[in-house]
C-alpha cells in the first residue's frame, strides 16, 4: 500500500508563500486522484484542493486563486503550491488519496501531515 509523507510547512507571515510536499512510496500513476486536506485548532478537517489523474483540479473557495494543486507522476509526488497566505490559512495540512476530483471517497489512511502556521 503506498505511504504518504506531507513536508514543505512552517511558519511564515501573512501575504507569504508556501510550498508543500507530498511524497508516496510507490508510484501515484494510477490512483484516481490526490487530495490535500487541513485541520485548523478545533475545527473539523476540510478539502482544500484535490486533482485527478488526468490532472482535472477542484478548489475550496477560500483558496480560489491564491493555491495550485498539481503532481508530478515521475516524481510520485503531489504539490500545494500556497500564494497570498492569510492566518486563517493556519492548519494542519494532508494529502489523501481519494476517488475523484470532489474526494467523494477517501483511500488509503492519512500521513502525518505538515504544520502551516501564518502569522499576521
Known amino acids: 500500500q503506498v505511504q504518504l509523507v506531507e513536508s514543505g510547512g512552517g511558519l511564515v507571515q501573512a501575504g507569504g508563500s508556501l510550498r508543500l510536499s507530498c511524497a508516496a512510496s510507490?508510484?501515484?500513476?494510477?490512483?484516481?486522484?490526490m487530495g490535500w486536506y487541513r485541520q485548523a485548532p478545533g475545527k473539523q478537517r476540510e478539502l482544500v484542493a484535490a486533482?485527478?489523474?488526468?490532472?482535472?483540479?477542484n478548489y475550496t473557495d477560500s483558496v480560489k486563486g491564491r493555491f495550485t494543486i498539481s503532481r508530478d507522476n515521475a516524481k510520485n509526488t503531489v504539490y500545494l503550491r500556497m500564494n497570498s497566505l492569510k492566518p486563517e490559512d493556519t492548519a494542519v495540512y494532508y494529502c489523501?488519496?481519494?476517488?475523484?476530483?470532489?474526494?467523494?471517497?477517501?483511500?488509503?489512511?492519512w500521513g502525518p501531515g505538515t504544520p502551516v502556521t501564518v502569522s499576521s
Open positions: 489523501r488519496k481519494c476517488s475523484d476530483s470532489r474526494c467523494s471517497f477517501l483511500l488509503g489512511s
Open positions: 510507490g508510484s501515484i500513476f494510477g490512483i484516481n486522484a
Open positions: 486533482i485527478t489523474r488526468g490532472g482535472s483540479t
